[in-house]
């Protein structure tokens, strides 16, 4: 999986001389990007990079030449020399062309039917894990050899020591459609790999719609986060059905908590009386205060604490735990966002539990000994929708 990539990714490997390159230009020509490993190879090495310095500390300082550049030649006569070099030269550069190639795939256009990622060492690195198909493109060593030598101004030691260097690496040779594996053996004429090819990319474009679904999955997250208001006026008729009911107290008991004690109960009340005893108890109790500026607020807003919603929700509370309160009460509201539901989250319900008849409120509800008033939510459905708040920008940052 490549982080944050919605076209599928195409891992195309081979050894040198089966084709890969042939097979890179025809998709292409299909409409894929292609990133090529060779050159992300060659970026990871630039002179002064970190990587070049920690190979030249691997493998000789010699291998860097008096103009700071690698010495290619050298560089693979001592890692190519055994399986171990060849692993440690694996292990310094793989890293480092991995997070260029991730970087490389997120700038890809979206109108991209896939991303091939070319590389003849793919299966060596995490890569060949992150990509959604693999390619294998083969061909038997002596033809491979024969095409190689064909090709102009080629020179005859560079491959062999080309051969000899992926020698080692673990080609899979048998097609695997369940793990997504195609090996295509290219003994013929380039044009032949137009079916298999187009095979794996039909097969790609089902990967995308799956991908294309999880995204929109995410984005009905997001809608309720963005959509949902304070309701300050239900419905009090409209009442919440057990489903609702069910679904919101699992919202509740999978809330995340310090330590995941949740050290707190949910009690839903829908039971009309209860509720519109506590409700004057509540406008009484601030009516008493001696700033009066809350309880004309509420009078100006139809002189309620419950706005009428026919359920609330009281969160109770033992010890200090507001922050894990305030995350039950979220997800509570957000759940009721996501089913339509309208929501108050309610600070000021703590006053039906002030003075002594809040300890009898408490009892009434059942909530035990020790824990006290943490936040109330009241659930129903607004008389008039109402609209989110306009969002401040000035109160998020990003240091990149
Ligand atoms: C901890 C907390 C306590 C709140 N208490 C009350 C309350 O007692 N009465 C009320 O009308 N709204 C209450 N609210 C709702 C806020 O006033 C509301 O979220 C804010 O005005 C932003 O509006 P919005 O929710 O529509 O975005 C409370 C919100 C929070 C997070």
Redesign the pocket.
């Known amino acids: 999986m490549f982080p944050g990539v919605l076209i599928p990714v195409l891992g195309l490997t081979g050894p040198t001389g089966a084709g890969k390159s042939a097979a890179a230009a025809l998709l292409r020509d299909m409409g894929c990007a292609v990133i090529d490993g060779d050159m992300l190879a060659r970026e990871v090495v630039q002179a002064g990079s970190p990587v070049l310095t920690a190979l030249a500390d691997t493998f000789g300082s010699d291998i860097v030449g008096s103009d700071g550049a690698l010495r290619r030649s050298l560089l693979a006569e001592r890692a190519f020399a055994d399986a171990a070099g060849r692993r440690t030269l694996g292990e310094i550069t793989h890293p480092a062309i991995t997070a260029l190639a991730v970087r490389r795939a997120a700038l890809v256009s979206p109108q991209s039917r896939a991303i091939v990622v070319d590389a003849a060492a793919l299966q060596e690195s995490e890569l060949a894990a992150m990509c959604d198909w693999l390619v294998v493109v083969t061909a038997p060593e002596e033809l491979r050899l024969r095409r190689l030598l064909a090709r102009d101004g080629v020179d005859a030691s560079a491959v062999s020591l080309r051969m000899r260097a992926q020698r080692g690496i673990p080609y899979v040779a048998v097609s695997d459609p369940a793990e997504g594996i195609t090996v295509i053996e290219n003994t013929g004429a380039v044009e032949e790999l137009l079916a298999p090819l187009g095979a794996v990319l039909r097969q790609l474009d089902k990967v995308r719609e799956e991908k294309c679904a999880v995204e929109d999955a995410g984005k009905r997250v997001i809608a309720p986060i963005l959509n949902r208001?304070?309701c300050?006026d239900f419905n009090p008729e409209q009442a919440l059905s057990e489903d609702q009911l069910h679904l919101l107290t699992l919202a509740g008991l999978a809330a995340p908590s310090a330590m995941n004690r949740q050290p707190w109960r949910m009690v839903f009340v829908t039971n009309r009386a209860q509720l519109a005893e506590m409700d004057v108890y509540g406008m009484q109790m601030l009516a008493a205060q001696a700033d009066r500026g809350t309880y004309e607020r509420l009078q100006a807003r139809g002189g309620t604490v419950f706005y009428h919603a026919p359920c609330a929700v009281f969160l109770a509370v033992e010890g200090n735990a507001a922050v894990d309160c305030?995350i039950l009460a979220q997800s509570i509201v957000l759940t009721a966002a996501t089913l339509g539901i309208d929501s108050?989250?309610?600070?000021?319900?703590g006053q039906c539990f002030a003075g002594e008849r809040g300890t009898e409120f408490f009892a009434r509800l059942g909530v035990p000994e020790g824990f006290s008033f943490g936040?109330a939510v009241l659930l129903g459905h607004a008389k008039q929708p109402?609209t989110?708040?306009p969002l401040d920008y000035g109160k998020a940052s990003r240091i990149a």
């Open positions: 208001y304070t300050r305030g108050c989250i309610c600070g000021l319900a936040l109402g989110p708040h």
